[in-house]
């Protein structure tokens, strides 16, 4: 088993790196400065590093400290929810759970019923991921991304989510005006994006409908609201097997074709690695998997 140092140096440098001071280290802490400079002698000591650059009475965490400062943080909080559990079992049912906004809208809202049904006893934090993040903040326990690319899979676990695949959605009262039987009549019709760069529809109307492109556009900032002005009948929108899925089973959106294209980019369940021990990660992971997975 690995040596450590003392946890109580390691505890002092936490709050030291986090003042980037050692009075207001003390003060929080409850010594002297001449004890909090000890601990951290002593742990540059241990280390072999030096942990903060001293500027006459200010002090500058390094980069080694920086890095070290990020672990322990996570530890720390790890080791409060233990310590919570121990005390009131239910406390540590508290998830942070990052989602994308067009997923947490369209998909997961309509399913929370059944998520505390099964586990009463969780308390969700909902958050929104940005679209581009390709890992959870530091205080998320769990986070649906979307990419092209793999998170580290040595610090994160990562669950792939089925692939996407992308196809035309309108209203109803839309479709059944007559004036969407080829996707060459797009043309007509106003083009709902959810990107501001419009790649999805250019790359859908490029294999299924040559050089033909709208005169009318409107773009939102993800695919919910996209699709809500779709079933509004405000235009066509660019639907997927995720985010239209309900709105296609309740009947408020339709598919005028049945051509589709695989999305480049696909959604994942991601968390620490660490964080797997945590029976509320646990239970919201196996739930994920009922719903998205079998």
């Not at 994308?100 to 969780?122: C, G, N, V």
């Not at 996209?226 to 405000?234: M, S």
């Not at 074709?257 to 695989?262: E, G, I, R, V």
């Amino acid at each position: 088993m690995r040596r450590l140092p003392s946890l109580a140096a390691l505890r002092t440098f936490e709050c030291a790196a986090r003042h980037a001071h050692f009075g207001r280290a003390a003060a929080e802490l409850c010594v002297t400065d001449s004890a909090v400079s000890h601990q951290i002698r002593q742990l540059e000591e241990q280390l072999g590093v030096s942990l903060f650059v001293r500027e006459g009475r200010q002090i500058r965490p390094t980069l080694a400290a920086g890095r070290l400062m990020q672990s322990l943080q996570q530890a720390f909080e790890l080791i409060g929810d233990a310590c919570d559990e121990l005390r009131d079992p239910s406390s540590l049912a508290v998830l942070r759970l990052a989602v994308t906004a067009e997923l947490a809208q369209k998909w997961l809202m309509s399913r929370l019923t059944d998520f505390y049904a099964r586990y009463p006893h969780i308390t969700l934090h909902l958050y929104e991921q940005p679209i581009d993040a390709t890992a959870p903040g530091e205080d998320i326990d769990l986070a649906i991304t979307y990419g092209t690319g793999p998170v580290d899979s040595t610090a994160y676990f990562v669950r792939p989510l089925p692939a996407l695949q992308f196809f035309p959605v309108c209203s109803p009262g839309l479709f059944n005006q007559g004036t969407l039987k080829t996707p060459k009549d797009l043309v007509r019709h106003c083009l709902l994006h959810d990107d501001q760069d419009g790649k999805t529809w250019t790359a859908w109307l490029t294999s299924h409908a040559g050089d033909q492109r709208p005169d009318r556009q409107l773009y939102f900032a993800h695919a919910g609201l996209a699709l809500e002005a779709a079933a509004q009948g405000q235009g066509v929108a660019m639907g997927d097997n995720l985010t239209a899925q309900e709105d296609l089973l309740s009947g408020r959106l339709v598919r005028p074709f049945t051509s589709s294209m695989t999305a480049l980019g696909q959604y994942a369940l991601v968390c620490e690695r660490v964080r797997l021990e945590r029976p509320a990660v646990a239970q919201m992971l196996e739930w994920f998997n009922d719903q998205l997975l079998d």
